[in-house]
């Protein structure tokens, strides 16, 4: 079906699936990738937070529902489901590395819309969230996934980008056939090559080269057919990377402290002590007691767990643990830094977080803050080693489906030595500033410095001209007067 909507603005929102925001800029500057330099020209280019867990699958959540994922259902790539509501799931325990990829969108709560459900004709291509999408998801059937499986489970990374390079092809093809108001192409091999290379490796450099080709192409197809000026190209990134070295075998540690483990890929065990959920590698979510089918707060497993709590913070590999004593409470420790409590409260405005120095600071927040909101809460933690820590670990800890036990991994440092196709030298997944910030680069002035991953959805809106009753987490950028363009 071909919907001819010339006169109406159109937005193609580009995924650089794994792409460090200076490796991005390097390659523009570096004159490498033309047609993404040509957005920055017209617009600008930002560094903004992720979302904690900074992993592919719940790191698109933002940018395609405005909201935290685990204030939707989905708080990490790897998670356990308590309250035993998954109609298909090994062990009740969910990965979206593997074919519960499939699962994504039946996973996040139907009541929220995605960008595709509120800007129709819509089409997603390669992109691990496309609920919502009329025109298919290209790169998520179960053709596409005979394609790529083997090249994924061997580790074959070639492979991955040729096959990941066709479905751009089809995706392309559809672009021009539907001419959609709203499109999501993800490029994930940027990610891949990361893994087994590092970050600003030739390798991933050659694939952000992939980013730039399908940006060109997709606006040389709008040339073509005369609707150049009404489509928009926006590239962001889902999470960071960082170098690791060291992979901590945290599964065999719970084990050989005589607990019965259930992780991935070891599902079938029987009445688990804990359910241990690696995504990243550098983040884990610990379900205390998971028999249990109710939730609860930290302060009525302390009496149990609490030794295996200080035992993780005296480990290398770990950095910080968040627990939650209740919906609104959550308390975050460093081995050496000590603890803090982190307190959200409803307002009319909207939700305050608060950080109380109880016996030290493990956020390096400097000292106490009072009665934030979503905006000065950014500011206030922007330029540490753990940007956007309250807002982030406010919404992961107190969610639902979230662990009892969250672990951030220290730097240089993973939390998976086992079970991995490709062997990683870089990382990503904990709240670590490399790991949290991304790029997001804009092919127009903004109204005000972008912030959140999450901020790209109502500024979508704002720019298609799409009016939405929904509570977004993020903010528009495109409201009220423009300003300098950053980068």
């Not at 040729?162 to 990610?191: C, M, N, W, Y």
């Not at 057919?225 to 990134?237: E, F, N, S, T």
């Not at 977004?472 to 950028?477: A, E, M």
Request: hydrophobic share 45%; net charge neutral.
């Amino acid at each position: 079906m071909t919907h001819d909507s010339t006169g109406l603005r159109r937005l193609l929102l580009v995924v650089a699936d794994g792409v460090r925001h200076d490796v991005l800029a390097d390659e523009m500057d570096a004159g490498r990738t033309p047609a993404l330099a040509a957005l920055r020209a017209r617009g600008s280019f930002h560094a903004v937070t992720s979302s904690f867990p900074s992993v592919t699958g719940p790191a698109y959540v933002p940018f395609l529902m405005g909201r935290h994922p685990a204030r939707v259902g989905l708080p990490g790539l790897r998670w356990y489901d308590r309250a035993r509501s998954l109609s298909w799931a090994p062990a009740q325990a969910r990965s979206y590395a593997g074919i519960d990829i499939w699962h994504v969108d039946g996973d996040v709560h139907a009541d929220v819309p995605t960008l595709l459900d509120l800007a129709r004709p819509s089409l997603a291509g390669m992109s691990m969230l496309g609920r919502g999408a009329t025109h298919g998801r290209i790169g998520r059937s179960v053709a596409w996934m005979l394609r790529a499986a083997p090249s994924h489970f061997r580790g074959d990374l070639l492979g991955w980008r040729r096959v990941e390079q066709q479905a751009t092809g089809a995706f392309l093809s559809r672009f021009a056939a539907v001419r959609p108001k709203v499109s999501v192409l993800a490029i994930t091999s940027p990610d891949k090559f990361a893994h087994a290379y590092g970050s600003d490796s030739a390798p991933v450099r050659a694939a952000i080269g992939d980013l730039d080709a399908a940006v060109a192409q997709a606006q040389a197809i709008a040339v073509r057919d005369g609707w150049r000026d009404a489509l928009h190209v926006w590239v962001v990134g889902d999470h960071g990377h960082a170098p690791v070295s060291q992979h901590d075998d945290l599964h065999g540690w719970l084990e050989a402290e005589g607990l019965r483990v259930l992780a991935h890929p070891r599902l079938h065990v029987r009445d688990p002590d804990v359910a241990l959920m690696v995504g990243g590698n550098a983040m884990a979510h610990l379900y205390l007691s998971p028999g249990e089918r109710t939730r609860r707060w930290w302060p009525t497993h302390a009496a149990r767990w609490g030794a295996t709590l200080d035992a993780l913070l005296a480990r290398p590999s770990v950095d910080l643990v968040a627990t939650a004593s209740s919906a609104t409470t959550v308390e975050v420790r460093h081995a050496t830094r000590g603890a803090a409590v982190v307190q959200r409260r409803e307002s009319p405005t909207g939700p305050r977080w608060s950080y109380l120095t109880t016996t030290g600071d493990p956020l390096e927040l400097g000292d106490s803050l009072h009665d934030l909101d979503a905006g000065t809460a950014w500011e206030a933690t922007s330029a540490t080693p753990y940007p956007d820590a309250l807002v982030q670990l406010s919404w992961l800890a107190t969610a639902p489906r979230a662990g009892d036990l969250i672990v951030s991994a220290s730097p240089d440092w993973d939390l998976r030595a086992r079970f991995e196709p490709v062997s990683h030298v870089s990382t990503h997944g904990a709240l670590l500033r490399p790991q949290m910030l991304v790029p997001l680069l804009v092919d127009l002035p903004v109204t005000r410095p972008p912030h959140r991953t999450a901020d790209v959805v109502p500024s979508a809106l704002d720019l298609l001209g799409i009016s939405c009753t929904t509570d977004f987490d993020g903010r528009s950028f495109l409201r009220g007067t423009p300003v300098s363009a950053a980068g």
